[in-house]
Every structure is written in structure tokens, then in C-alpha cells.
């Protein structure tokens, strides 16, 4: 089946400090992997997105490789800021002829301290 | 603005009442989904439609249903309420492209008393 697994929180951080929060996944066929974040109040919202293997998505600052081999999509970012406290979910997108089916991680609540 | 629409944001009702959630998807976007979001469950999907018609279906309670009219929205209906309904309700939305993504409205925020 498809699905998707992520590093449970929550993550507290100090500002400048470096983020990893880790996402796998199982899948069928070959999806494509999004990190989506949802910051206080608001909807989710696409932050980045890889749809092939070995491609980087990127976007604020932040990063994520589509590991095949090890079935991995994590996001990282090299000094975090206040502003980036929110929640992060890691999903996969399966492509199909009547449309797209998505399946998304639980979500890791991130809060970064000044 | 992500060009999703999700009517009312709040709303404030007792147990045993029926609620009817409405989603505009964005322009030409002929899938919608819908979400519950809940502090203790995450993300949860309940079901999709596309063009109109059922695709998948998630979590979704029996109590619950749902469905895609022809201009494409989309209504969510909740009856016989219980406290543990009172939630976040997303609707989503994409296009067929290869680079489709989903597109979140804000969310109705639903309180059972």
C-alpha cells in the first residue's frame, strides 16, 4: 500500500539552530513527495515538492532529497527562525487517470525559541 | 490565497444537530477533498471527488456524507453530532497535471456543544 511516516514531535528548537525532521515512506509506482506546513490559524500550504528520484526540492530556506534507495524525503534547514514555527507534514501524490490521491504523515509540530 | 473557498469558518452547534460544509475548489480543478483535523488525529481524510463523482474513501463516519454538484463545489454534510466531531474541516483541491498539487482552503472550524 501507499503510505508515509514522519518523525513524531514536537520539536522545540532554538533560533539559528539546524532542522531535520525525517520522513519515509511506502509507495507504489513511482510518487511524487511534497512537504506541506501549516502555520498557527491557517491551512496547509505546499512549501516544496520533488517528483522524481534524486530531485532536491526547495523553498524559504528549506530543503528536501527523494531518496529512493532509502525511501526518504526529510527537510531540513540549516538555521530555523522563529517565524518558521509551525506544523510540517510530509505527503505522497499518486498519479492516477481519474485524478490524484494523496497520503499525508501525521504532521511535526515545530517551535523555535529566540 | 490559495483559491479555495470553504464556507462558514466557525460555526458553533449542539449535539445531534445536521451541518452542512461548503468548499469551492480552485478555478478548473476538477478534485476536491475533504479533511478532518483534530488535535489527538492529525490529518484524516475522509473522501474525494472528481468531475463529479466519488473516488476514494477515507475515514469517513456513516453519520457523514458528501458530495461534488456539476459547477464542481462541493458540500459536506455532518448530522447527528457528537463532541467528538468538533474539529477542523479541510477542503483540497487539484488539477490532473503532473505537477499537480493540492491547493487547502483555511478550514471550517466546527464546536459541538
Known amino acids: 500500500g501507499n503510505s508515509v511516516t514522519q518523525m513524531e514531535g514536537p520539536v522545540t528548537l532554538s533560533e539559528e539552530a539546524f532542522l531535520t525532521i525525517n520522513c519515509t515512506y511506502t509507495a507504489t509506482g513511482y510518487p511524487s513527495l511534497f512537504w506541506y506546513v501549516q502555520y498557527p490559524g491557517e491551512g496547509l500550504q505546499l512549501l516544496l515538492k520533488?517528483?522524481?528520484?534524486?530531485d532536491k526540492g526547495s523553498n524559504k530556506g528549506f530543503e528536501a532529497t527523494y531518496r529512493k534507495e532509502t525511501t526518504s524525503f526529510h527537510l531540513e534547514k540549516g538555521s530555523v527562525q522563529v517565524s518558521d514555527s509551525a506544523v510540517y507534514f510530509c505527503?505522497?501524490?499518486?498519479?492516477?487517470?481519474?485524478?490524484?490521491?494523496?497520503?499525508f504523515g501525521t504532521g511535526t509540530s515545530l517551535t523555535v525559541i529566540p | 490565497d490559495s483559491g479555495v473557498t470553504q464556507t462558514p469558518k466557525h460555526l458553533i452547534t449542539a449535539t445531534g444537530q445536521r451541518v452542512t460544509l461548503r468548499c469551492s475548489p480552485r478555478s478548473g480543478d476538477l478534485s476536491v477533498y475533504w479533511y478532518q483535523q483534530s488535535l489527538d488525529q492529525g490529518l484524516q481524510f475522509l473522501i474525494q471527488?472528481?468531475?463529479?463523482?466519488?473516488?476514494a474513501k477515507g475515514n469517513i463516519l456513516e453519520r457523514f456524507s458528501a458530495q461534488q454538484f456539476p459547477d464542481l463545489h462541493s458540500e459536506l454534510n455532518l448530522s447527528s453530532l457528537e463532541l467528538g466531531d468538533s474539529a477542523l474541516y479541510f477542503c483540497?483541491?487539484?488539477?490532473?497535471?503532473?505537477?499537480?498539487?493540492?491547493?487547502f482552503g483555511e478550514g471550517s472550524r466546527l464546536t459541538v456543544l
Open positions: 520533488a517528483t522524481k528520484a534524486d
Open positions: 505527503a505522497l501524490r499518486r498519479v492516477l487517470t481519474v485524478g490524484n490521491q494523496f497520503y
Open positions: 471527488y472528481y468531475n463529479g463523482e466519488e473516488r
Open positions: 483540497a483541491s487539484s488539477g490532473t497535471t503532473n505537477t499537480g498539487e493540492l491547493f
